[in-house]
């Protein structure tokens, strides 16, 4: 039990020691910290003792709630064999049982598994795939890379060169190579001043040209099927993902699914690429791969990708991480993918989104909601500052800081994309708990946001 002087002391420690990521830490230290000491389910305890629903699933990875029996027992029953032990050149087994699992489970075609460590490296892994593809196919010369702007593929340089977020981004630009942007579908705030409903998916379009134009020197094209997720939760029209799938076929372009925040049921299917009977060349996961336990990630690949690589030493994928094929998170990955069958995760799952698809309605009835947007169990509240007007809030109002700030008093973890309120909690959440999740985020909004 924490006594009040070792948690004054842990703050302090907090403080000190700790430099948190994707955190402006002048204005972190200004604030009470939060310090999570146990969590069951979707509730989160703080050192206080105070709970809280997790509103987004420990930042986009939690699937079945957190100390689910199943996955703690295949976890510790792996300690009792072997933590680790290498991939390069050698197998364990529970990385073996995996990777035939993954094949049985994601697109058909897609039919060798390389792990890494996390999202980002899931994506280097395929970058330097589609790279070396070519290079070792007769095609040198294709070595660009296309991505959508406000695509977000992880923190490593590889993945910034295909990232378009300028705030994250912009800074490492001389670092790294920079991928061709394409228009994002962002139907809101659509780049080419067009209506959803009337567009005829003209951002496709935009799509094509920079394939016509350029397809002689392009590897891949990149993106996160469905919905763009630190981009602002931006969730594609439906067809575009088809779209792209036939454009990069037509012009001899390979097709990178980044499925990282996409995978493992959040959008109610397995993986988002199934929505629209999509194939990738090459996939990437994390995140909910191992229910949000342990880092662990995987690249997919096509068996004629692999073939590129197959042959004498110098065709050899050089590439590879300490921890690849981790025991003990392919042992939770195979435990998570087993409570999916058993206890039809993805069935009951669909309920609950059309719950949340009829709470999200409410939200138009706040003054300064613009735009609502819902994939799956995954859900956007764009908030401005005129919604005639669509003006966002002025970024140094940290509008969407100071509502999950509310959320927080009121019972709820939530991480903001700037002034896009994300709901996203593990897809184990019941009815009731998504209820309360979405009042408090609705109260939240209207204290904050009319004040
Ligand atoms: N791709 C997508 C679509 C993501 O959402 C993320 C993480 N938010 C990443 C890649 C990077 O994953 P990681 O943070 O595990 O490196």
Request: charged letters at 20%; a neutral charge; proline letters at 4%.
């Amino acid at each position: 039990m924490l006594i009040a002087k070792d948690l004054n002391s842990l703050e302090a420690w907090d403080k000190n020691y700790l430099w948190h990521p994707f955190t402006q830490m002048s204005s972190f230290l200004k604030e009470d910290p939060l310090i999570i000491k146990e969590a069951k389910g979707v509730i989160l305890k703080d050192v206080h003792g105070k709970e809280y629903l997790d509103g987004v699933s420990s930042l986009w990875c939690n699937i079945h709630g957190h100390r689910k029996k199943e996955i703690d027992k295949a976890i510790k029953a792996q300690l009792g064999r072997v933590a680790h032990s290498t991939l390069l050149g050698a197998s364990n087994v529970p990385s073996i049982m995996l990777a035939k699992r993954l094949v049985e489970i994601v697109p058909a075609g897609l039919s060798k598994v390389f792990y890494s460590d996390d999202g980002s490296t899931a994506v280097e892994a395929a970058l330097k795939m589609a790279f070396q593809y070519w290079q070792q196919s007769g095609h040198p010369e294709k070595r660009k890379f296309i991505a959508l702007e406000y695509a977000y593929h992880g923190d490593t340089l590889g993945a910034t060169g295909v990232g378009g977020i300028g705030q994250f981004h912009t800074v490492y630009r001389p670092l790294t190579f920079q991928a061709l942007s394409v228009p994002s579908p962002y139907c809101y705030r659509c780049a080419l001043g067009k209506d959803k409903e009337t567009c005829g998916l003209a951002c496709l379009e935009a799509v094509e040209r920079v394939l016509r134009q350029g397809h002689k020197e392009l590897a891949a094209l990149i993106i996160e099927p469905l919905i763009q997720g630190a981009g602002g939760m931006i969730v594609h029209p439906t067809g575009y993902l088809k779209g792209v799938r036939e454009l990069c076929s037509k012009y001899n372009v390979l097709l990178i699914a980044d499925e990282i925040l996409t995978g493992f049921g959040r959008t109610g299917r397995m993986f988002a690429c199934e929505h629209e009977g999509v194939v990738p060349d090459i996939m990437a996961v994390s995140k909910g791969l191992t229910g949000g336990y342990l880092p662990l990630a995987a690249t997919l690949v096509t068996e004629d990708i692999y073939n590129a690589f197959f042959g004498d030493q110098g065709r050899t994928f050089f590439h590879g991480h300490t921890y690849t094929g981790n025991p003990l998170a392919c042992a939770a990955a195979l435990a998570s993918l087993e409570v999916f069958e058993r206890e039809a995760v993805l069935k009951k799952l669909q309920p609950k989104i059309e719950f949340l698809r009829d709470r999200l309605q409410d939200f138009y009835g706040l003054g300064h909601v613009g735009d609502v947007r819902q994939c799956g169990l995954i859900a956007g509240i764009e908030l401005v500052k005129d919604r005639q007007t669509r003006e966002p809030y002025p970024a140094t109002e940290r509008i969407g800081h100071r509502v999950c700030l509310e959320a927080r008093n009121q019972g709820a973890l939530l991480r903001p994309l700037g002034d896009v309120i994300v709901i996203m909690p593990p897809l184990s959440i019941t009815l009731r708990q998504l209820d309360r999740l979405v009042s408090i985020v609705w109260s939240a909004i209207e204290a904050v946001a009319s004040r």
